[in-house]
Nanobody, 115 residues
Framework: QVQVVESGGGLVQAGGSLRLSCAASGSIFGISFMGWYRQAPGEQRELVAAVTSSGMTNYADSVKGRFTISGDSAKNTVYLQMNSLKPEDTAVYYC?????????WGQGTQVTVSS
């Protein structure tokens, strides 16, 4: 089992920044993927940014140039640095890890960007 815990959400004005953290614990051997997703009210959950165990990253077009995903392997933690935030970035942000083709999700953290 892998436990996933997100933190760092909050309320910020447009143009501001937030950093989200996603910590994985438990049986972490074999984790191949960690990613951030978000879901706004009435919308489907979408991929925001992800990183694989080999270091490859992927970003949604809507956040390229504004968001950066990074990891600290010693802490088993992945970060999402979000700059130049827009009201449309408002959503619940979820972290997902993949271990041996099984998904593990965190409980989510709310990000609200005011205009």
């Amino acid at each position: 089992q892998v436990q996933v815990v997100e933190s760092g959400g909050g309320l910020v004005q447009a143009g501001g920044s937030l950093r989200l953290s996603c910590a994985a614990s438990g049986s972490i051997f074999g984790i191949s993927f960690m990613g951030w997703y978000r879901q706004a009210p009435g919308e489907q959950r979408e991929l925001v940014a992800a990183v694989t165990s080999s270091g490859m990253t992927n970003y949604a077009d809507s956040v390229k140039g504004r968001f950066t995903i990074s990891g600290d392997s010693a802490k088993n933690t992945v970060y999402l640095q979000m700059n130049s935030l827009k009201p449309e970035d408002t959503a619940v942000y979820y972290c997902k890890t993949v271990k041996f083709s099984r998904d593990y999700w965190g409980q989510g953290t709310q990000v609200t960007v005011s205009s």
